[in-house]
């Protein structure tokens, strides 16, 4: 197969990362591409699906990793996953012999071991350069769920129709849902028995980088988790705190210790992100000296800083956060050819382990084992979202009252960076609105 075909196909079938900001995966199908990197960190604690889905699909998966990795022509194809995966290790170990060129390396169970520049530097020993891509080091980051969905895509002929979703915290019964896109949350928190606290609240991504979501929000291409929480939890007050306040808290507590970027995993990588300067200067509004604020751009949002680090409970992601889209609006890009510094030798010991990270957010208890639960979820209705992708979002390609089946595409992808959308189930066209197109299930 050419990279040509191989990248129309994932596009075809609207493949983006099943994660994160959800890139389109046929741009990373290219021919300066040396090492095939498959994820399986699981990145955010509490979440599960990448490492089940992987133990049950693992010759389907390898199949599909040494499809890419031959249609670009890599060396080789990596599989990083924490060694207390223990179930999906085997898996491997038993399956792996049957495909040549793919290797094994087991990673610590620490934060963010699945962000994609840590990972590539555990991995490879490579550094990619802040602001830069890994494709620039030779290198393509695939998630599990993503690789699964190539499998589908070249060997079933089906398009991304489903996701994979953990559904954990206060809820009966935890699990890992297969869901049709554009089921909403609460449907998903029903199917795990139902949320067992009076104030729920549904965190979308989870614990670290995930946001507050109404509960009839739809399920996207990216959506791996829901955590239902309490209103009144530590962390989901944090994520509704007002940035306003949180600028005159650290006017008023930040004591310049440092331990936000002594313990920040890009800085320890050679990128020039120093939150505590930028505490400092925004604080004090001292705009002398803007390195603070454009460095802003290497920020890979991890949330480590503000809900581990900092030991006045600041929040200096949020505020950079912040900073970041003020200067986007106003036309200001990242700064260019950035030289980085060398990885520092402090790094190995200044992690942040994963068990601790989750005591420290109060989430210890809900650290359940969510099995993968076998089935589709049922769906009367559902929300398909035009952009559920980095790029343009996808336009219509059908109207109200139009008769859909599974599979078929209702949104074509537009003009540049973009990929279409297909009907996650049978049924009619209920209505299209701003954004969305708004599906019936047959009976």
């Known amino acids: 197969m050419e990279i040509r075909e191989l990248a129309g196909i994932i596009r075809e079938n609207g493949i983006v990362g099943a994660g994160g900001a959800g890139f389109p995966t046929y741009m990373k199908i290219d021919e300066r591409v040396r090492t095939v990197l498959l994820n399986c960190a699981e990145c955010e604690p509490l979440l599960k699906l990448h490492r089940q889905l992987l133990s049950r699909c693992t010759g389907q998966i390898l199949k599909a990793l040494t499809a890419v990795k031959e249609t670009v022509g890599a060396e080789e194809a990596v599989i990083g996953i924490k060694g207390e995966y223990q179930e999906t290790v085997e898996a491997l170990k ?198 603070p604020f454009l460095n802003t751009f290497f920020c890979s949002s991890c949330g480590l800083c503000e809900l581990y680090s900092c030991p006045q409970g600041l929040s200096p992601r949020s505020l950079m956060a912040e900073y970041k889209a003020g200067l986007r609006r106003a036309g200001v890009k990242a700064p260019a050819d950035v030289i980085p510094a060398p990885v520092r030798p402090s790094r190995e010991y200044r992690k942040a382990p994963e068990e601790r990270l989750e005591a420290r957010l109060g989430l210890s208890r809900y650290d359940a084992d969510a099995p993968l639960q076998d089935g589709l979820l049922a769906a009367k209705t559902v929300k398909i979202l035009l952009s559920q992708h980095i790029g343009a979002p996808a336009i219509p390609a059908v109207k109200e009252g139009d008769r859909v089946e599974k599979g078929q595409l209702i949104g074509t992808a537009a003009e540049g960076l973009s990929v279409p959308v297909h009907a996650s189930v049978s049924g009619t066209v209920q209505k299209t609105e701003q954004g969305a197109i708004i599906l019936a299930a047959d009976r």
């Not at 991304?160 to 049709?180: C, D, I, N, W, Y």
Request: proline share 9%.
């Open 94 to 291: 038993a399956c792996l012999p049957g495909f040549p060129g793919i290797r094994l390396h087991l990673l610590d169970s620490v934060y963010p071991m699945g962000d994609e520049v840590v990972l590539i530097y555990e991995t490879t020993g490579k550094t990619v350069r802040p602001g830069g891509l890994p494709i620039e080091q030779g290198i393509a980051v695939f998630n599990v769920e993503t690789m699964y969905n190539i499998y589908r895509a070249l060997y079933e002929q089906a398009p991304v129709t489903e996701k994979l979703v953990s559904v954990v915290g206060e809820v009966a019964s935890p699990v890992t849902l297969r869901v049709p896109l554009g089921v909403s949350l609460s449907e998903c928190v029903e199917a795990a028995g139902g949320a067992l606290t009076k104030d729920p609240v549904c965190l979308v991504g989870g614990p670290m980088m995930g946001n507050i979501r109404p509960a009839d929000s739809p399920v996207t291409k990216t959506t791996n988790a829901v955590i239902v929480l309490p209103g009144d939890h530590p962390l989901i007050r944090k994520k509704r705190q007002n940035p306003a306040i949180g600028l005159k808290r650290a006017a008023s507590a930040c004591c310049q210790c440092q331990t936000c970027t002594d313990l920040c995993p890009r800085h320890a990588l050679g990128h020039p992100i120093e939150p505590h300067r930028f505490m400092r200067a925004a604080a004090n509004r001292d705009f002398r000296d803007a390195n």
